[in-house]
């Protein structure tokens, strides 16, 4: 965070120097846009409350120097008593807002000129740009007609329920009937049975009719981005198909003995209490069928998770924290620099060794690019709670664990490019996600992962400060942790 | 037992523990006697069943309408449900205390402790418990723990939100979310309080079945219900206090200090202290240790009910009863080295890894047997298809599709890109949640007339059977499609990914459906407590069953069995045996000629019908055939 | 199988006997796998390094010989029951009270040392385990007392005799399994420093 931060202050710098200061409104505005993307989306956003609350009016609502207080420690304000402070806190239901020491005033005041014109623009282009990064225009398009649809939607479940209570009660008055008059009227077992046919004809049309029109959804879909995610989805295929048959079966005889052996009048059951080959027969093929599983899935695990594949493989740290990921290049001596969890501050996010020579030249981004057909692996460090660094693409998942270094190594293969001509999808992107619940913002925390070719890979490598140009003011850190 | 009515009278002097005078409060409240107390844990689960589904439902419509305000929801949760929007804190905590009640209030207290409590002593012919005085223990310890839990909805910062297994660090530091303060600590006071009623349950509950049988109640002639239940207890014996070191530790951790579960966290996060030196996965090691016997203490209860309204209403001997056993056993067994199949992706060594998927796809043999078993059951039987037997139809249909989605999940290499997606949640839903909830209804349905003497209104038990049936397939079939597209479980909301936002309709679709099934269960209710008050009043043996319970008298007494105790002269599956009257002889009727109930029936009947009956040996011959087809297939 | 026969009232008072000593021995289970599980995490942690290793104190062993001590006291309290030798019995019982009690003291005293030894409970995990595990047995160890205290005041009501062994045989079992459990627990620390 501490090196995009510096980015935008250097970017800043340059753009003061040569635009002068023709349109500084605009151009305040821009690099507030580029902070808050940057360090407030994961929980803010300016016309829903997302984990904090909505920023709309914000500029309004509080004067500027209060809010350069909250910004860079809300938690101070809140101990020192101010009262619009707890009143803030308390509304919040007491989630701490992650402490800012590290902006300057004139970052903080970009940010308030960047929330102050995205409130004064339309409604609806405001959420299309704040929510531009990741949220599609479709997606706005059909959460519109939610409403429409779901009131529709609530009135056939109403007309359905009302239904399903006037088919009891008129049952119930022919089970009445049917004391009554000592005999039965209803055939509730030949219903049933019945009943059991057709749902076994329709959950089975059901199904099929999902497989056809879901499967394209997924990922098992499209091509794996990665080496081993193409012997993970011939290992899918094969369970899938085998498990597939057993399921057709099994379900098949379930509903149709269900049916087929309803009780009436004349039916009597047979006594078969016993087979000692039959059953001897169906303990065999199972475990015949798991064996082949077994096997299967073993040489997959034991191929994907072989660690000799680590050694010429690139390394890239992967840190995660609530509610974001950081990723650390090691440089040109493909060495990571030492790290301790006793260094982390706000400045220092990462906790690297700012002294020790070998960390010097690593480079420190919020995005994750490959090289593709680069083989790299993935060392895995979290700050606070245990996060999941989840690759779907990539067939790729590892828990991220305070304290317990963890690691995954694997060969991206399809570019993003590449990948985007396969999907037909222009926007398409790789993403990191979080898959272990860390809190409120969990569902928010990612980074974008891109696959390059050598050359945009180089390019993108060479923008990224290294560690080294940006000094780590340790007195800052103590600041901060003593203001905590 | 057909001059029962006279015995009536004198009851008291049977009472083995002098309750001659009762009060309201020892009948109703601090009740000894187990089948009052099996009532007792039924209402208290029920009531948390349907706190658990509420919550359920208000988590599902903010997955399906997340930008949409729900005004009801400020009312009914204050400062969560601002302007209508659910809290994402609180949506932590909702699907935190859905699984928390779920798993150990509704399907291990309300399933297990239900029905072990009903059944046990009656099944076996005994008076009452070993020690009826635990029993009530056992009871008011897990009302206290529900008690703390639901306190723990209204404390600041909310309940626990660490999900239901809470995991350290999330859980073991109090500033790490809102939820892991006060609503933490109460939480693990509530397991707490649990195990010690799950422990006092079951020593109570394995000591009757093991000492306290009638003459004649060999182990071999005991119903499947009893196995299932006298295992589902020693294997609880055997791994909650397990999960209670966890738990104790956790503790520690969060109050005083240590660092079990916890490395490398700075002071700032950690209360002051400086952490070093633990493991966070060494609590998933415990916790899974128990986590995962639970499955199987959750589900062994279910199947034993299923085993027993399948063979009942089919009017048909349960195919294979050593079998059965045998499964149980198996499953028992293994489930205490497979825990490790929740953990594939938390950086284990690849070879333990191994070693587990090995342990947990063997758990589907046994499992497969059960399955086809009960399929052999129905097979030409006589399907009475009341309510309970089609419950348990609806729970041997979950768990074969809940049963092998497993297969993937205990696949190590397949586990890599399912863990922790909608796969996961699709899976347990089906396999251990529908499943144990339709054995539930199952038992409940077949059992009323047992509990309450009062039949239950069928109509009402058809609808809330297919509209709970459809809706839970509806509910969590299409969620498979989710997981293989990624989608993590425990998400607030997915809008802010491209890729999931084409699950829009369908997590409306799954919403509508789980509100469906939620209506149905209003059915349950109603039918429930209506056929409590006015329903039928029911004969002594409604089903025409073999077991026990049956015998004893419609008027709860205290001893169940006014004047002696019967004796056992034969298995509990004996229906539809050729050359009987009836379609069905109960376990307390002898053969002719069999005096001594430790002798085996009459062997000739059964003999016959099992080598020389055309009918039988023909199907054989057919179902032989395939199946030869298939095993020759699969070995070529 | 102890298959029990209630045929009536008469002889179901004497048939409840065994299930309470089978209750006893199967909360005894419960027990022994709390104790194995924490052990077992002891193991698993010490086995992933980082691990303090420092010396029990010395008045662990002496706590050690004085739980073995109080065993005997009591299988000596269960001989007497048994010959209806009531003063020894009392005495008996006495003895295996107090030496609870003082097994009691001498780990708080053991605890003491630690901390002069600069041992903590806040602190490596390998010192956490050694305060809780202990900790947990001296909490078993005071429900142990507590029964001893009870079935001594049956005694002395003349409540236990060779006719009545129940409470007097639950309570001898309960107490070897405390001193057992610590036995084992004291060479489990010693061997797995």
């Given at each position: 965070m501490k090196i995009f931060i510096r980015l935008i202050q250097s970017t800043f710098i340059i753009a003061a120097l040569l635009l002068s200061s023709i349109n500084s409104q605009a151009q305040t505005a821009d690099e507030g846009a580029q902070l808050f993307n940057a360090n407030c989306t994961s929980c803010h956003a300016i016309n829903e409350k997302v984990v904090g609350p909505a920023l709309k009016g914000a500029h309004k609502k509080y004067d500027e120097a209060w809010l350069l207080k909250w910004v860079k420690n809300s938690q101070a304000l809140v101990k020192s008593g101010d009262a619009q402070a707890v009143k803030v806190y308390n509304d919040n239901n007491q989630s701490v807002m992650t402490?800012?020491?590290?902006?300057?005033?004139?970052?903080?005041?970009?940010?308030?000129?960047?929330?102050?014109?995205?409130?004064?623009?339309?409604?609806?282009?405001?959420?299309?740009?704040?929510?531009?990064?990741?949220?599609?225009?479709?997606?706005?398009?059909?959460?519109?007609?939610?409403?429409?649809?779901?009131?529709?939607?609530?009135?056939?479940?109403?007309?359905?329920?009302?239904?399903?209570?006037?088919?009891?009660?008129?049952?119930?008055?022919?089970?009445?009937?049917?004391?009554?008059?000592?005999?039965?009227?209803?055939?509730?077992?030949?219903?049933?049975?019945?009943?059991?046919?057709?749902?076994?004809?329709?959950?089975?049309?059901?199904?099929t009719w999902e497989f056809i029109v879901h499967t394209p959804l997924t990922v098992n879909a499209q091509t794996p981005a990665s080496?081993?995610?193409?012997?993970?989805?011939?290992?899918?295929?094969?369970?899938?198909?085998?498990?597939?048959?057993?399921?057709?079966?099994?379900?098949?005889?379930?509903?149709?003995?269900?049916?087929?052996?309803?009780?009436?009048?004349?039916?009597?059951?047979?006594?078969?209490?016993?087979?000692?080959?039959?059953?001897?027969?169906?303990?065999?093929?199972?475990?015949?069928?798991?064996?082949?599983?077994?096997?299967?899935?073993?040489?997959?695990?034991?191929?994907?998770?072989?660690?000799?594949?680590?050694?010429?493989?690139?390394?890239?740290?992967?840190?995660?924290?609530?509610?974001?990921?950081?990723?650390?290049?090691?440089?040109?001596?493909?060495?990571?620099?030492p790290h301790d969890f006793r260094k982390i501050g706000v400045v220092n996010a990462l906790g690297v060794d700012p002294n020790n020579?070998?960390?010097?030249?690593?480079?420190?981004?919020?995005?994750?690019?490959?090289?593709?057909?680069?083989?790299?692996?993935?060392?895995?460090?979290?700050?606070?709670?245990?996060?999941?660094?989840?690759?779907?693409?990539?067939?790729?998942?590892?828990?991220?664990?305070?304290?317990?270094?963890?690691?995954?190594?694997?060969t991206p293969t399809v570019t993003t490019a590449q990948m985007r001509v396969l999907l037909g999808k222009p926007n398409f992107d790789y993403i990191l996600l979080c898959n272990k619940i860390?809190?409120?913002?969990?569902?928010?925390?990612?980074?974008?992962?891109?696959?390059?070719?050598?050359?945009?890979?180089?390019?993108?490598?060479?923008?990224?400060?290294?560690?080294?140009?940006?000094?780590?003011?340790?007195?800052?850190?103590?600041?901060?942790?003593?203001?905590? | 037992m057909s001059n029962q009515h006279s015995h009536n009278d004198d009851h008291g002097h049977h009472d083995a523990h002098g309750h001659h005078e009762e009060t309201f409060i020892s009948k109703y409240v601090f009740s000894m006697d187990h089948k009052m107390i099996a009532k007792q844990f039924l209402i208290t689960g029920i009531i948390m069943g349907t706190l658990g589904m509420a919550m359920s439902l208000i988590f599902r419509l903010q997955l399906a309408f997340p930008d949409m305000k729900f005004p009801f929801l400020e009312t009914i949760l204050g400062h969560w449900g601002k302007d209508g929007k659910l809290d994402p804190n609180f949506y932590l905590a909702l699907i935190t205390i859905h699984g928390t009640i779920m798993v150990f209030y509704v399907l291990t207290a309300g399933l297990s402790g239900?029905?072990?409590?009903?059944?046990?002593?009656?099944?076996?012919?005994?008076?009452?418990?070993?020690?009826?005085?635990?029993?009530?223990?056992?009871?008011?310890?897990?009302?206290?723990?529900?008690?703390?839990?639901?306190?723990?909805?209204?404390?600041?910062?909310?309940?626990?939100?660490?999900?239901?297994?809470?995991?350290?660090?999330?859980?073991?530091?109090?500033?790490?979310?809102?939820?892991?303060?006060?609503?933490?600590?109460?939480?693990?006071?509530?397991?707490?309080?649990?195990?010690?009623?799950?422990?006092?349950?079951?020593?109570?509950?394995?000591?009757?079945?093991?000492?306290?049988?009638?003459?004649?109640?060999?182990?071999?002639?005991?119903?499947?219900?009893?196995?299932?239940?006298?295992?589902?207890?020693?294997?609880?014996?055997?791994?909650?206090?397990?999960?209670?070191?966890?738990?104790?530790?956790?503790?520690?951790?969060?109050?005083?200090?240590?660092?079990?579960?916890?490395?490398?966290?700075?002071?700032?996060?950690?209360?002051?202290?400086?952490?070093?030196?633990?493991?966070?996965?060494?609590?998933?090691?415990?916790?899974?240790?128990?986590?995962?016997?639970?499955?199987?203490?959750?589900?062994?209860?279910?199947?034993?009910?299923?085993?027993?309204?399948?063979?009942?209403?089919?009017?048909?001997?349960?195919?294979?009863?050593?079998?059965?056993?045998?499964?149980?056993?198996?499953?028992?067994?293994?489930?205490?080295?497979?825990?490790?199949?929740?953990?594939?992706?938390?950086?284990?060594?690849?070879?333990?890894?191994?070693?587990?998927?090995?342990?947990?796809?063997?758990?589907?043999?046994?499992?497969?047997?059960?399955?086809?078993?009960?399929?052999?059951?129905?097979?030409?039987?006589?399907?009475?298809?009341?309510?309970?037997?089609?419950?348990?139809?609806?729970?041997?249909?979950?768990?074969?599709?809940?049963?092998?989605?497993?297969?993937?999940?205990?696949?190590?290499?397949?586990?890599?890109?399912?863990?922790?997606?909608?796969?996961?949640?699709?899976?347990?839903?089906?396999?251990?949640?529908?499943?144990?909830?339709?054995?539930?209804?199952?038992?409940?349905?077949?059992?009323?007339?047992?509990?309450?003497?009062?039949?239950?209104?069928?109509?009402?038990?058809?609808?809330?059977?297919?509209?709970?049936?459809?809706?839970?397939?509806?509910?969590?079939?299409?969620?498979?499609?989710?997981?293989?597209?990624?989608?993590?479980?425990?998400?607030?909301?997915?809008?802010?990914?491209?890729?999931?936002?084409?699950?829009?309709?369908?997590?409306?679709?799954i919403t509508i459906a789980a509100i469906v099934g939620g209506i149905a269960q209003l059915f349950f209710i109603y039918n429930f407590f209506n056929s409590i008050i006015r329903g039928k009043k029911t004969v002594q043996n409604p089903w025409k069953s073999n077991t026990l319970e049956w015998t004893a008298p419609v008027e709860k007494i205290h001893g169940n069995w006014p004047g002696e105790i019967p004796h056992v002269y034969r298995w509990a599956y004996d229906y539809s045996k050729p050359g009987a009257d009836d379609d069905f002889i109960p376990q307390n009727i002898p053969d002719e000629g069999q005096t001594d109930p430790l002798d085996e029936p009459n062997a000739t009947v059964f003999e016959h019908s099992h080598s020389h009956s055309p009918e039988a040996s023909q199907k054989e011959v057919v179902m032989f055939s395939g199946l030869k087809k298939l095993f020759g297939f699969a070995k070529s | 199988m102890i298959a029990t026969v209630n045929q009536n009232i008469n002889t179901e008072n004497e048939a409840v006997i065994t299930p309470k000593k089978f209750v006893l021995w199967l909360l005894i289970v419960a027990s022994v796998m709390l104790f194995a599980g924490l052990t077992s995490a002891y193991i698993v942690r010490r086995g992933e390094g980082n691990w303090l290793s420092f010396d029990l104190p010395s008045m662990f062993a002496y706590t050690t010989g004085i739980i073995a001590l109080s065993s005997v006291t009591m299988q000596w309290a269960l001989i007497s029951a048994k010959k209806d030798e009531l003063k020894n019995l009392k005495i008996a019982l006495t003895l295996t009270l107090a030496l609870g009690v003082l097994f009691g003291i001498g780990q708080w005293i053991g605890w003491q040392q630690l901390i002069a030894n600069n041992i903590h409970l806040v602190g490596n995990p390998s010192e956490s385990f050694v305060y809780i595990i202990s900790g947990i047995h001296l909490v078993h160890m005071l429900g142990g007392i507590v029964f001893v205290l009870v079935v001594l005041v049956k005694t002395l009501q003349f409540n236990v005799h060779k006719k009545n062994l129940l409470s007097i045989s639950l309570c001898t079992t309960f107490w070897h399994f405390l001193g057992a459990m610590w036995i084992y627990l004291y060479f489990f620390f010693l061997l797995n420093r």
């Open positions: 402490s800012f020491t590290n902006f300057t005033d004139v970052q903080v005041k970009s940010l308030i000129a960047y929330i102050k014109a995205e409130s004064e623009k339309p409604a609806t282009a405001t959420t299309a740009s704040v929510a531009g990064s990741t949220t599609s225009s479709t997606m706005d398009a059909t959460s519109s007609n939610e409403g429409l649809e779901s009131k529709i939607n609530w009135l056939i479940i109403i007309i359905s329920v009302l239904l399903i209570m006037i088919i009891v009660l008129v049952f119930d008055i022919l089970a009445k009937v049917g004391d009554i008059q000592g005999k039965p009227v209803i055939d509730w077992y030949g219903i049933n049975g019945f009943l059991l046919l057709g749902f076994l004809v329709l959950g089975m049309g059901a199904a080496e081993h995610g193409v012997i993970y989805d011939s290992m899918f295929n094969i369970t899938l198909l085998l498990t597939g048959i057993v399921f057709i079966i099994t379900e098949g005889l379930l509903f149709w003995y269900g049916f087929k052996y309803r009780s009436n009048a004349k039916r009597k059951a047979l006594y078969y209490p016993d087979n000692h080959k039959l059953e001897l027969i169906w303990t065999i093929i199972p475990a015949i069928v798991l064996t082949v599983l077994v096997v299967r899935g073993l040489k997959t695990w034991s191929s994907i998770t072989d660690r000799a594949q680590a050694e010429n493989a690139q390394k890239i740290e992967v840190y995660g924290y609530q509610f974001a990921w950081n990723a650390r290049y090691a440089g040109t001596d493909n060495i990571l620099g020579e070998t960390a010097k030249d690593d480079i420190v981004t919020n995005e994750l690019h490959f090289k593709v057909g680069q083989p790299v692996v993935l060392k895995f460090r979290a700050k606070d709670v245990i996060h999941s660094a989840y690759l779907p693409h990539f067939r790729v998942q590892m828990n991220v664990v305070p304290g317990l270094p963890t690691q995954f190594t694997f860390c809190g409120s913002a969990h569902y928010r925390m990612k980074m974008k992962v891109v696959v390059d070719t050598q050359d945009e890979y180089n390019k993108w490598l060479g923008t990224q400060p290294k560690l080294a140009s940006i000094s780590t003011p340790s007195v800052s850190d103590t600041k901060t942790l003593a203001v905590k | 239900t029905f072990s409590n009903l059944l046990i002593p009656l099944q076996v012919g005994a008076r009452d418990m070993a020690s009826p005085f635990l029993n009530m223990l056992s009871y008011w310890f897990f009302f206290m723990s529900s008690c703390v839990l639901c306190v723990s909805l209204f404390v600041e910062g909310g309940p626990a939100s660490a999900g239901w297994t809470v995991y350290p660090p999330l859980s073991a530091l109090p500033k790490a979310i809102p939820g892991s303060g006060t609503g933490m600590t109460l939480w693990l006071v509530a397991i707490i309080l649990f195990i010690a009623s799950a422990l006092l349950g079951g020593v109570n509950y394995i000591t009757t079945v093991l000492n306290m049988r009638t003459k004649g109640m060999k182990m071999t002639r005991l119903p499947l219900t009893i196995w299932a239940f006298l295992i589902t207890a020693v294997l609880g014996l055997l791994s909650f206090p397990v999960l209670l070191g966890a738990g104790l530790l956790l503790i520690f951790d969060r109050s005083f200090g240590t660092s079990f579960y916890l490395a490398d966290i700075p002071a700032d996060l950690a209360g002051g202290i400086e952490r070093v030196g633990g493991s966070p996965i060494l609590y998933q090691h415990l916790f899974w240790f128990l986590g995962h016997p639970e499955v199987y203490i959750i589900l062994l209860p279910a199947l034993g009910i299923t085993s027993e309204v399948i063979a009942t209403q089919s009017r048909k001997p349960i195919f294979g009863y050593r079998a059965m056993i045998g499964s149980i056993l198996a499953i028992a067994v293994l489930s205490f080295i497979v825990w490790g199949h929740h953990m594939f992706i938390t950086g284990m060594n690849p070879f333990l890894g191994s070693v587990f998927v090995l342990g947990t796809l063997i758990i589907a043999v046994p499992s497969a047997v059960k399955t086809f078993n009960y399929i052999a059951t129905l097979w030409k039987g006589n399907l009475h298809l009341t309510p309970a037997l089609l419950f348990a139809i609806g729970l041997v249909s979950f768990f074969i599709s809940g049963g092998l989605t497993g297969l993937f999940l205990g696949n190590a290499a397949l586990d890599i890109n399912l863990h922790d997606t909608y796969f996961v949640v699709a899976h347990f839903h089906l396999v251990m949640g529908s499943a144990a909830i339709f054995g539930m209804m199952s038992g409940i349905y077949h059992w009323f007339p047992k509990m309450f003497g009062k039949m239950m209104n069928n109509t009402l038990g058809y609808a809330h059977f297919w509209l709970t049936f459809i809706s839970a397939y509806c509910v969590f079939f299409p969620m498979h499609f989710m997981g293989l597209a990624g989608v993590p479980r425990r998400y607030y909301a997915n809008t802010a990914y491209d890729q999931f936002n084409v699950f829009v309709d369908m997590n409306i679709f | -």
